[in-house]
């Protein structure tokens, strides 16, 4: 088991946030995974530091943590050589202990960036694959050249390609997602509050998946960012959770939303469901009992988020009662 902390890169700026992820490895905690955002959730009180930047900085003031994005695009934003030449980097100022997770995107931070038309479900699939194959041959050949359906590089060279070769990890939400990660993933992303059979479903996909490609499922590493608020005060964890309102909104009604004024929009008129995809408690064995499933699921690293802004005292309390019980009852 690998327990780790998710920095919100949405929620605060970038010294605030690398000094959270800095006290993450220091109460204890192995890895630290960073939002990939252009624009945040909120507009009025919303922030978003350049990932790429904020993670070369924690690689050289860390000493142990794994860190990586969960997730990144790297389709439309960024193009695949430079997301591969940041991380081939980023593996020199912390050799091993880096992790690049991608996924399809969303339109509010590849959209206004871009001002291109933001492409269906199918075409992000597509140029997603396509751009791990040439982020992975740009990390392992000298000289690539490569005329693809999305992505092109002539005679293009990664000039301190890491010394091992980094994991990708694969964020999924639907079935066909899971299948890439099968093929392609060297770790499944996903997040929690969301059904069981939908966990279920998703998991049996990139085990059948990688069945057919020939590789071993159980090679796959299986990550979730699993929401918790958890205090002393139990009216405290839940007030927490209210910044983060929009992930109470269901994906239809945010699908396509482009603009952090719009979606807070959305979010404040649903306020009240703030709470519900967040463990919300002040007894740490109920936290310990709301993460279990997806332990007993088959998931080995668990990245932490609390909502709240007081993001030290949620690391200090959660390491002091709740990472005790969790290491007892699963392991380390």
Known sequence: ???????????????ELLESALHAEWVGLRSVAVSDHFQPWRHSTGRAPAALTWLGALAYASERITMGTSVLTPTMRYQPAIVAQAFASMAQLAPGRVFL??????????????????????????????????????WSEERVDFDGQFYGCARATVYERPDEPIPIYIA????????????????F?????????????????VESAAREAGRDPNSI??????KVSYDTDHETAERACEWWAALGLSAEEKQGVDDPVEME???????????????????????????????????????FHGP?????????LFAADVLPRLRDRFGD
């Open 1 to 15: 088991m690998r327990y780790g902390y998710k920095a919100s890169a949405e929620q605060f700026g970038t010294r």
């Open 101 to 138: 997770g991608v996924g399809t995107g969303e339109a509010m931070n590849e959209q206004p960036a871009t001002g291109a038309p933001w492409p269906g479900a199918k075409e992000r699939r597509q140029r997603l694959e396509e751009a791990i194959v040439l982020i992975r041959r740009l």
């Open 172 to 187: 999924a939400a639907g079935p066909l997602a899971a299948k890439l990660v099968g093929r392609q993933g060297d770790g």
């Open 189 to 205: 992303i996903c997040t929690s509050g969301k059904p069981m059979e939908l966990y279920t479903e998703l998991l049996a996909h």
């Open 221 to 226: 590493e299986k990550m979730i960012e699993i």
């Open 265 to 303: 929009r959305l979010a404040d008129q649903s306020a009240h469901n703030a709470a519900k995809r967040f463990i919300v408690s002040n007894d740490p064995d109920e936290v310990v009992d709301r993460i279990a499933p997806y332990v007993e699921l088959g998931f080995t690293h668990l990245l």
């Open 308 to 316: 709240g802004h007081a993001q030290q005292r949620f690391l200090e």
